[in-house]
Structures are given as C-alpha cells and as structure tokens.
C-alpha cells in the first residue's frame, strides 16, 4: 500500500502544553451536538502519526457512527463494565459500590456509554508490537480530540462481550482489540486536573531514590 504524506492541519492550533495538561476523562457527552467526519479525519491523521515498531503500522479503527449500532452496542458495554466489577469485587449494581470508591465516577460511562455521538473501536493485525505500536497512536488521538474540544475516554470490555461485539460489526477474527473510546463534545469542562507528584511516582537512577526536584 502506498504511504501518504500527512501535514498538519490547521484546526489544530492548541499549544501541545494547554492539550496535555488541561485533558481529563469525559464521560458525559452531548449526544445532540455530532462529532464531524472532519474532525474524526483530523482525529484519525493524528493517531496515525505515532510512531510504531519498524514502522509497521498495525493499528486499525472502527469508527462507529450509527446511533442505533452505538445504542446496541452501549447495552453490551454496561454489561461488560459491571462484568469486571463482578470478577474483580462481587459487585453486580451501583448500590454494591462503596461510598469512597474510584469507581463511583466510572460507574457513569456504563449508563452513559448508549447516548455517545461517536465511538471509536481500537484494534490492530497480528503482530509482535501490536499493542506497543497501537498505544502511542490512541495518545495521539485523545491530544487531538482535546484540541479540537471533544471529550474522550479510553476505556476496556471485557470478554464476556468481545464475541458479540466483534461480530456486530463484522471484525475478522485475527484482528486484537485493544480499547474503546466514545467521542463527543462534554456535558461539562475540561481540566484543570489534580495528580500525584512525579516527585512521589519517579525514582532516580535506582528504585526509591528521589528526583531532584
């Protein structure tokens, strides 16, 4: 296949800082303001300009943009969503999450998932640096979403689904699934967000020495 030069777009004009630093989880999307095929091209140039093994290129997309196919599928990622609650804590409904728990907020993309104006399926072909060659690539689109003012979140399934999902929308069989990303301008705002210290998460030249700063 012949290879294509891709220069930047001009609607990507938000310094790279401003992106990386205001960019936070979106779980709740407008379902009435669409997601343009112009800007999903944009969003899709971007992750294809992260590097990957060898050049190799594995990473493929599916971009999901039929509300009835994203409600189906929405169904199957709630079950998915409280599938790994259930394997990981026993929990089968929002009454088992305790009250401190991180995953009260993520409980939302299960009911929300149904009303997202776009999801994008992330797989790749057989290779040995399938996933290493995929990631750098779904950073490259979330960075882009952000510039352009959509939302995002990467997210999982889980394999009590994958069969089904795989076969809603025809995906070979070979092909790796590696996350799911719905897409949409926010019911709400972007950043600023609140993280631990790299102080506290970085050790300098050996394990548990500090940083200098």
Same mark, same amino acid.
């Given at each position: 296949?012949?290879?294509?030069?891709l220069d930047s777009p001009p609607e990507l004009t938000m310094p790279i800082g401003e992106a990386?630093? +205001?960019?936070? &989880?979106?779980?709740?999307?407008? #379902?009435?303001?669409?997601v343009s095929d112009a800007q999903l091209q944009i969003i899709l140039n971007a992750a294809s300009k992260a590097p990957s093994g060898g050049n190799t290129q594995p990473a493929r997309c599916l971009v999901i943009r039929d509300r009835d196919a994203i409600h189906e599928f929405g169904k199957l990622?709630?079950?998915?969503?409280?599938?790994?609650?259930?394997?990981?804590?026993?929990?089968?409904?929002?009454a088992d999450i305790p009250e401190d728990s991180v995953y009260r907020l993520p409980a939302l993309l299960a009911d929300?998932?149904?009303?997202?104006?776009?999801?994008?399926?992330?797989?790749?072909?057989? +290779?040995?640096? &399938?996933?290493?060659?995929?990631? #750098?690539?779904?950073?490259?689109?979330?960075?882009?979403?952000?510039?352009?003012?959509?939302?995002?979140?990467?997210?999982t399934l889980h394999p009590q689904v994958m069969e089904r999902v795989n076969a809603m929308f025809e995906v070979p069989e070979a092909m790796e699934f590696h996350?799911?990303?719905p897409i949409g301008y926010p019911r709400g705002k972007f950043g600023p967000t609140s993280r631990r210290p790299t102080s506290a998460t970085t050790?300098?030249?050996?394990?548990?020495?500090?940083?200098p700063w």
């Open positions: 296949m012949d290879m294509v030069r990386m630093f +205001s960019q936070r &989880a979106t779980r709740r999307l407008d #379902p009435d303001r669409p990622y709630f079950e998915a969503w409280w599938a790994k609650r259930r394997d990981a804590y026993g929990w089968t409904s929002k929300e998932m149904v009303n997202a104006p776009t999801i994008i399926l992330v797989y790749s072909e057989p +290779s040995g640096v &399938a996933a290493s060659s995929t990631f #750098p690539g779904v950073q490259n689109l979330l960075l882009a979403a952000r510039a352009l003012g959509l939302g995002s979140v990467l997210t996350c799911c990303i050790s300098w030249n050996r394990w548990g020495q500090p940083p």
